[in-house]
T-cell receptor
Framework: DAKTTQPNSMESNEEEPVHLPCNHS???????IHWYRQLPSQGPEYVIH???SNVNNRMASLAIAEDRKSSTLILHRATLRDAAVYYC????????????FGAGTQVVVTP | NAGVTQTPKFQVLKTGQSMTLQCAQD?????MYWYRQDPGMGLRLIYY???????DKGEVPNGYNVSRLNKREFSLRLESAAPSQTSVYFC???????????FGQGTRLTVV
């Protein structure tokens, strides 16, 4: 399975944007890039996913590099509720059944 | 619409005891998953069921069995609990293999 690499932690001030990087240099052409987040003491929740084009939804934006070897999750205005662990996951025909999580990035938001 | 419901929420077992963790979803999803999460760690996939009637091993299946009882329910059984199985267990489901997955609130299991 193609792997992802994320920083262990990132800090942000409230109401400022947060850019969370994810490297996936071995991504295949059929792998989708998924992001989930896990708030303290809760199960993970879906954030966004994409294949090639940048994607936007009410929670975040996903910017995908042209060569698809990296992507960035953008939280436009961080709130205290955005403090969570963010997971970048690749899903493709070989791994669709597995939804495997890595260590993720711990985001700390300070008032 | 309850989403993914796990029971029980908390459980304490003695070493060697058995128990079944229950998971049910009301979203008519095809795929279901069981994960464990140890303190300070990411989620690890135990078993998954891509569709009703099928189950497959994930990263850490040893010591567990699963049953996809019907489309709604996917249970996880510990036949002989060990302290190493102390963890938080999450169930998840999604409609198809590459769509948004929904997670339950977790079952906190302690084996003493």
């Amino acid at each position: 399975d193609a792997k992802t690499t994320q920083p262990n932690s990132m800090e942000s001030n409230e109401e400022e944007p947060v850019h969370l990087p994810c490297n996936h240099s071995t991504i295949s052409g059929t792998d989708y890039i998924h992001w989930y987040r896990q708030l303290p003491s809760q199960g993970p929740e879906y954030v966004i996913h994409g294949l090639t084009s940048n994607v936007n939804n009410r929670m975040a934006s996903l910017a995908i590099a042209e060569d698809r070897k990296s992507s960035t999750l953008i939280l436009h205005r961080a709130t205290l509720r955005d403090a969570a662990v963010y997971y970048c996951i690749l899903r493709g025909p070989d791994s669709w059944g597995k939804l495997q999580f890595g260590a993720g990035t711990q985001v700390v938001v300070t008032p | 619409n309850a989403g993914v419901t796990q029971t029980p929420k908390f459980q304490v077992l003695k070493t060697g005891q058995s128990m079944t963790l229950q998971c049910a979803q009301d979203m008519n999803h095809n795929s279901m998953y069981w994960y464990r999460q140890d303190p300070g760690m990411g989620l690890r996939l135990i078993y998954y069921s891509a569709s009703e009637g099928t189950t497959d091993k994930g990263e850490v299946p040893n010591g567990y069995n699963v049953s996809r009882l019907n489309k709604r329910e996917f249970s996880l059984r510990l036949e002989s609990a060990a302290p190493s199985q102390t963890s938080v267990y999450f169930c998840a489901s999604n409609r198809h293999l590459n769509t948004e997955a929904f997670f339950g609130q977790g079952t906190r299991l302690t084996v003493v």
